[in-house]
């Protein structure tokens, strides 16, 4: 039998909270097995709105008032105190009460809280946000997406071990394949540091993934590689080019088949196609950004997701607490 997992929830954190953070419960748990959650906010806005459905004895509401706010600097943020839901979930998992945790709030403000609560993996410099990104042949697993903006090469390097770590927690049937992004091929493309994290790649012995050289940003959907290893700088900036241009097709899609009869005709006669494609884009279902290099898991959930967002999210958590995901990335950062 599994051991039951505990989820730490901010309720509070992100748009539409916390309804759409207990709707995100509910619609986990329907499929979920052996999991609990802590949950931390307002306790009188939550009991108004948690569904009979969800079982009482599979929760606890943790009450605080006071939140974190999208506004709030990093600083502001862990100035609010320690009565925060956000500050309180995390310190949940640092005393042992859960296994993860997830907020849909400020993402700055997560970080900052998350490392001042909980100690860094030992020879782990620097934690990265990491994430999934589909691909033509399943998923990728892309770090870093902005925890940091400058990285040498042993940065680069842990983020590799730390990257394949997260790919086999929640795909362990899968070989981790890693490459560095750039913008070219060749060996001589690139800065001093990516260039050197190349040599020190190509040389190391890793049973645990294979290692790819370089990508170029028009490679990443392939699926040839499926860890994408970069600094947060240039990570966040082709995140943020994938999200703009999914958000375009599907919209420039979705005029032509509504601005004339024969649009309307043509996507009536492609509903079902059309229906699977922008169901391939649905940011909803790669929710669930993972913070790192920490020695407890703490996951991000966008902030202007829905319910069935966060439900995905809470779905993440639970892969990388049943695959053991801190406990690989301590092995594999000592061998």
Known sequence: MSKNITIAVDAMGGDGSPKKIIDGIAHHFKNASGVFYNIYGDA????????STLDKNFYKIYNTKNFVKGTDTPLEAAKRGKDTSMWLSIDSV???????????????ALLVIAKLNLKMIENIDKPALSALWPNKKGMSVV?????????????????????SSVFKSLFPHEVAKVALLNIGSEEIKGNETIRETYKKLSVLQNQDYEFKGYI???NIMKGDVNVIVSDGFTGNIALKTAEGTANFITDELKKT???????????????????????????????????????????KSHGST?????????????????GDLINKIK?????
């Open 143 to 163: 770090l870093d997406l902005g925890a940091n903006i400058e990285c040498n090469d042993k940065n680069l390097i842990d983020f590799a071990i730390m990257g």
């Open 216 to 218: 170029e940003g028009n």
């Open 44 to 51: 009188d806005e939550i009991s108004k709105i948690i569904p």
């Open 257 to 299: 088949f509504t601005s004339n009869m024969t649009g309307k005709l043509s996507g009536l006669l492609n509903h079902f196609n059309l229906k699977k494609f922008k169901k391939r884009l649905d940011p909803r279902l790669y929710n669930g950004a993972i913070f790192i290099g920490l020695d407890s898991p703490v996951i």
């Open 331 to 335: 092995e594999k950062i000592n061998q």
């Open 94 to 108: 640092k005393n042992n009460k859960s296994d993860v945790v997830i907020s849909a709030g400020n993402t700055g």
């Open 306 to 322: 829905d319910f069935v967002g966060f439900s995905n999210s809470l779905s993440v958590c639970e892969k990388i607490v049943k």
